[in-house]
């Protein structure tokens, strides 16, 4: 049963900790992207790769936010420093460049206080 | 800025009836559109996709697109509460991306 995973499912830090956080997409797919859904915005795409390449990261807080996918099998999204306002579920989704349809793991639920 | 707009609801209906969710978008260009159901605490899962103009059926569900109206719908017959959950609708961004713009969902109730 292919599915995307992403650690750590629940994250609780303090303020100005590093957090990371892993994904692995569906194998086979070429395509991975990070979002952020709080209850005030909703789903909110970070930044995506293709053929682990960074093609978009525009949503993305540039100063305190990275994304990387060093491998095929593995994505991951860091913060440095965390703040509270990053308080949120982050969602990583895979997919293929044929259809567009994306699916999403079950998510890191961070609390930063 | 491409936008998604769905009705946040609540919307309420009783087990047996049919459940209308609809969504307009902005971006002319786009090609591809989504429906994910998200119950609460969990991630979105997609229930249908669809390219063209008119309908599409997958067992209960019926995704309904009209691009010249910009609007597309999602009915679900014979509602039942195991349906209770949040929709979301996606397009894809500039016409042939594969790159998602969601809105914000319509949260459904489907009172037993």
């Known amino acids: 049963d292919a599915r995307v995973t992403q650690t750590p499912r629940d994250k609780v830090t303090e303020m100005g900790q590093e957090v990371t956080m892993r994904c692995q997409p569906i194998l086979g797919h070429n395509t991975v992207f990070w979002y952020r859904q709080t209850m005030m915005q909703g789903l909110e795409l970070l930044a995506y790769?293709?053929?682990?390449?960074?093609?978009?990261d525009s949503g993305m807080p540039k100063d305190r936010f990275s994304a990387e996918m060093p491998d095929a099998t593995l994505a991951t999204l860091k913060i440095q420093p965390s703040e509270p306002r990053d308080s949120a579920v982050y969602f990583c989704a895979s997919g293929s460049t044929n259809g567009g349809t994306q699916y999403f793991g079950p998510g890191t639920r961070l609390l930063v206080l | 800025q491409k936008e998604v707009e769905q009705n946040s609801g609540p919307l309420s209906v009783p087990e047996g009836a049919i459940a209308s969710l609809n969504c307009t978008y902005s971006?002319?260009?786009?090609?591809?559109f989504f429906w994910y159901r998200q119950y609460s605490g969990k991630s979105p899962e997609l229930i249908m996709f669809i390219y063209s103009n008119g309908d599409k059926e997958d067992g209960r569900f019926t995704a309904q697109l009209n691009k010249a109206s910009q609007y597309v719908s999602l009915l679900i017959r014979d509602s039942q509460p195991s349906d209770s959950a949040t929709y979301l609708c996606?397009?894809?961004?500039?016409?042939?991306?594969?790159?998602?713009?969601f809105g914000k969902g319509t949260k459904l109730t489907v009172n037993p």
């Open positions: 790769f293709r053929n682990r390449a960074p093609l978009d």
């Open positions: 971006d002319r260009g786009s090609q591809s």
């Open positions: 996606a397009v894809n961004a500039q016409g042939g991306s594969e790159k998602l713009v």
